[in-house]
């Protein structure tokens, strides 16, 4: 990927401008690239009055209160284009965001899915992640990117973090490879200083290890392999010696790497989200979850290339294109003259 050609931004259904449509609307200008203003709205009053009101009211109703998104939403679209901007919209009725989000990302194929995170009223959680945006992380085929309100129009400082443990599978190596190149994509896009960091899942050995000559260097020789690994894999992004961060603590890798945010001010941390399942529910990978409940920067995560296969054992795809439809309803607008 040279550079991101299509970006979805999730439109906040409030009708407010926020970080995420400001920054599609940035990367858009700095890629020439064609933008994609999704709102997903509902509200439960139009559901639960049907019992109590005339139908027909009802739709009309709710007909009116679309019809008002779609004009805000249209006069953003023209704004953009005016800019030079090649832009479309869309306003669809969902219930369940994560679910239109999902099949729309599946129809568009887009380089990029960009979505806020709007602070709730006496939270402390550094993530602030509703129960959708918990959803959509788990279900998103796109690169999804999660942006908090007080960050900058562009991200300034970008980390890639990957994972080049020696037993690191076929799956990992490639998914480290996506995020890698969107990362320097990214980059090169705003502008931004990229770095390359590895968190190795380090524990200190224990006495029995320690004493151990055979133990303590096959101990050793995994931690060499890995740190070997990780420079070749800067090398071969061309990422410099001193932008590639090896980092060796006591301690999990999500709060090693929280840590490593915090210190070098990283804006934008792009991660691979692997997947796994327990008890027939569809989660992210443990470190994936534990960073977007811990960090206060922007993250972009990243699925491996087989997500949607996997993706389709576990929603019911074909019901919600039936939902949503195959295309979707979109105003096409071209750009201005």
Same mark, same amino acid.
């Given at each position: 990927?040279?550079?991101?050609?299509?970006?979805?931004?999730?439109?906040?259904?409030?009708?407010?401008?926020?970080?995420?449509?400001?920054?599609?609307?940035?990367?858009?200008?700095?890629?020439?690239?064609?933008?994609?203003?999704?709102?997903?709205?509902?509200?439960?009053?139009?559901?639960?009055?049907?019992?109590?009101?005339?139908?027909?009211?009802q739709e009309m109703a709710k007909a009116h209160w679309l019809e008002q998104r779609r004009q805000w939403l249209d006069a953003? !679209?023209? &704004?953009?284009?005016?800019?030079? /901007?090649?832009?479309?919209?869309?306003?669809?009725?969902?219930?369940? *965001?994560?679910? @239109?989000i999902l099949m729309r990302s599946l129809a568009l194929k887009p380089?990029?899915?960009i979505k806020d995170l709007l602070p709730r009223?006496?939270?402390?959680l550094q993530m602030p992640m509703t129960s959708g945006d918990w959803r959509l992380a788990r279900s998103c085929p796109a690169p999804l990117m999660f942006v908090r309100q007080d960050q900058d129009l562009l991200p300034q400082r970008i980390a890639a973090a990957v994972d080049v443990s020696p037993d690191a599978n076929q799956v990992r190596a490639a998914l480290n490879e996506r995020v890698a190149l969107l990362a320097t994509?990214?980059? !090169?896009? &705003?502008?931004?200083?990229?770095? /390359?960091?590895?968190?190795?899942?380090?524990?200190?050995?224990?006495? *029995?290890?320690? @004493?151990?000559?055979?133990?303590?260097?096959?101990?050793?020789?995994?931690r060499t392999a890995a740190a070997d690994a990780f420079?070749?894999?800067?090398?071969?992004?061309?990422?410099?010696?001193?932008?590639?961060?090896?980092?060796?603590?006591?301690?999990?890798?999500a709060l090693m790497l929280s840590r490593y945010v915090e210190t070098r001010h990283i804006d934008l941390l792009v991660v691979g989200s692997a997947y796994h399942t327990i008890i027939g529910r569809f989660l992210l990978g443990s470190v994936s979850e534990d960073l977007l409940r811990q960090l206060r920067c922007d993250v972009l995560l990243v699925k491996p290339e087989d997500f949607v296969a996997q993706l389709a054992s576990h929603h019911d795809?074909?019901?919600?294109?039936?939902?949503?439809?195959d295309t979707p309803q979109a105003a096409a607008t071209a750009t201005a003259d």
């Amino acid at each position: 990927m040279d550079t991101v050609r299509h970006i979805v931004a999730i439109v906040d259904p409030q009708m407010r401008e926020t970080a995420a449509l400001r920054r599609a609307a940035a990367l858009a200008r700095r890629g020439n690239a064609a933008l994609y203003l999704l709102m997903c709205a509902y509200d439960a009053i139009f559901d639960a009055e049907l019992e109590v009101t005339d139908p027909r009211v009802q739709e009309m109703a709710k007909a009116h209160w679309l019809e008002q998104r779609r004009q805000w939403l249209d006069a953003r !679209a023209e &704004a953009l284009i005016a800019d030079g /901007l090649d832009v479309r919209v869309e306003v669809v009725w969902a219930p369940r *965001a994560h679910e @239109a989000i999902l099949m729309r990302s599946l129809a568009l194929k887009p380089d990029l899915v960009i979505k806020d995170l709007l602070p709730r009223r006496g939270s402390k959680l550094q993530m602030p992640m509703t129960s959708g945006d918990w959803r959509l992380a788990r279900s998103c085929p796109a690169p999804l990117m999660f942006v908090r309100q007080d960050q900058d129009l562009l991200p300034q400082r970008i980390a890639a973090a990957v994972d080049v443990s020696p037993d690191a599978n076929q799956v990992r190596a490639a998914l480290n490879e996506r995020v890698a190149l969107l990362a320097t994509s990214l980059a !090169a896009q &705003a502008g931004a200083e990229v770095r /390359l960091v590895y968190a190795l899942p380090y524990l200190r050995p224990t006495n *029995a290890v320690a @004493a151990s000559r055979h133990l303590r260097e096959l101990y050793d020789h995994a931690r060499t392999a890995a740190a070997d690994a990780f420079r070749t894999f800067a090398a071969q992004h061309e990422i410099a010696p001193d932008r590639a961060d090896w980092l060796q603590r006591d301690g999990d890798p999500a709060l090693m790497l929280s840590r490593y945010v915090e210190t070098r001010h990283i804006d934008l941390l792009v991660v691979g989200s692997a997947y796994h399942t327990i008890i027939g529910r569809f989660l992210l990978g443990s470190v994936s979850e534990d960073l977007l409940r811990q960090l206060r920067c922007d993250v972009l995560l990243v699925k491996p290339e087989d997500f949607v296969a996997q993706l389709a054992s576990h929603h019911d795809l074909e019901r919600l294109r039936r939902h949503y439809g195959d295309t979707p309803q979109a105003a096409a607008t071209a750009t201005a003259d």
